[in-house]
């Protein structure tokens, strides 16, 4: 049988995650120092975990409503007025979902018609190009530069606005780069976005995981945003829950509808001991990531200062978990270099074309990995380019 031909063109054409496809190669293999997972090396904070024991010791094993339990809803809006000093009405305009990134998803094909563009930046995290294309939509790159501390750009933005852009999609602090958003240019963006009446989905996801005494400041805050601003987080990061697929999304009524019409037909709800141990998350708040805040940052500190040390010019990112050293003066592209130090010194990093043209040249590592692991990886990564420069 010609099974390509039975398959959807839209997904037939899709490239596998670049982030995925690279870590097939790690499968198996106990001897690898992984720089490469982005997920916390710590497991969920006690008391959550309790909560969700709890819950199932009570039998609370049922399907919840679409919107997701009303109590957690109630606790998002709180926690997202306090975030982000904006207020959404639990019971038609919080939509708890499946990970953020089910949220990104259903976004996507709520509102878009086939040919609506949307503008996103790269480097990004891989799913932005392909959910967009799924809903039969055209993504629109703008590139973000190492020489803007990886923000993007409204200047950048408004050339690539067209009569058929419908969404900004934006996501700061950002996956790869950890680059963060300065609020001049946020501010502009929004102008944008209200003089075109476009939508901006603003994924959130990183942003309790800021340094250097920054605060975060999301576009839903500025005039005019609000009403436009699909905004979506959830608690895989902060909360170290990246195995509890739990995100969520905050935007006005008439959009949260069409986002759980998708919602129920392909995933229902959130489970329940999800949920259950998302309202303990958020009971905590900073009190369950602050000291992993802090740690990362200590990280980043070291991890940042060995690649400069080594000769790889890296970028101190100002939020996240992850950095993006650029190696072209190896002579190496990103993947050359990544399989190199994978197969040579037993190091896994992300090549940083996985996560669009614009990462060639740089790869990705995450620093949310145990101190004296990224001390010993480090090593070997300096001993790896030592030798590529010595022509070994």
């Known amino acids: 049988m010609d099974y390509n031909s039975k398959l ?20 198996g293999r106990s001897d690898v120092i992984s720089l490469g997972v982005g997920e916390p090396d710590k497991p969920t904070p006690w008391p959550i975990r309790e909560a969700a024991i709890r819950s199932l010791e009570k039998g609370q094993t049922s399907y919840t409503s679409n919107l997701g339990l009303e ?36 976004a996507f094909r709520a509102m878009l018609n ?19 294309k799924m809903a039969y939509g055209v993504p629109v790159v703008v590139e973000t530069r ?10 950048d933005v408004e050339k690539a606005i067209t009569p058929k852009t419908k969404v900004i999609a934006l996501n700061f602090p ?3 780069t950890g680059g963060v958003m300065p609020p001049e240019e946020l501010e502009k963006i929004a ?3 209200v003089k075109h009446d476009l939508l901006v989905f603003t994924d959130e996801i990183y942003c309790e995981l800021l340094y250097d005494n920054q605060q975060h400041k999301s576009i839903v805050e500025y005039p005019g945003m609000r009403e436009r601003t699909v905004l979506l987080h959830g608690f895989s990061k902060a909360f170290a829950m990246t195995g509890w697929r739990l995100g969520y999304a905050c935007a006005p009524a008439p959009l949260i509808e069409a986002m759980m019409k998708v919602h129920q037909y392909c995933m229902l709800c959130a489970p329940i001991l999800s949920q259950v141990a998302g309202i303990e998350a958020l009971k905590m708040g900073a009190s369950a990531y602050e000291d992993m805040r802090q740690s990362y940052e200590q990280r980043r500190n070291v991890i940042v200062s ?28 990103s993947k050359e270099f990544a399989i190199g130090l994978l197969e040579k010194k037993s190091v896994a990093v992300v090549p940083g074309t996985a996560f669009g043209a614009a ?34």
């Open 8 to 27: 959807s063109t839209q997904i037939r054409d899709l490239p596998r995650s670049g982030i995925r496809d690279f870590f097939e190669l790690v499968i």
């Open 71 to 106: 109590s957690l809803r109630v606790a998002i809006s709180g926690y997202v007025e306090n975030q982000f000093r904006m207020t959404y009405d639990p019971k038609k305009e919080i939509l708890v979902t499946v990970g953020v990134s089910e949220a990104l998803d259903i």
């Open 114 to 132: 086939p040919g609506d563009e949307v503008i996103y930046h790269e480097p990004c995290y891989v799913s932005y190009s392909p959910s967009i």
């Open 146 to 155: 190492e020489e803007n501390k990886f923000a993007l750009m409204a200047a």
């Open 174 to 176: 950002t996956n790869p």
């Open 191 to 193: 102008a944008l976005a």
């Open 306 to 333: 060995r690649l400069n040390g080594m000769g790889l010019h890296c970028f101190n990112p100002g939020g996240a978990f992850y950095v993006f050293p650029e190696i072209r003066s190896t002579g190496l592209t």
């Open 359 to 392: 990462g060639e040249g740089f790869v990705r590592c995450c620093y949310a990995t145990a101190p004296e692991l990224i001390v010993k990886a480090m090593d070997l990564m300096e001993e790896f380019v030592n030798e590529v420069r010595a022509g070994k």
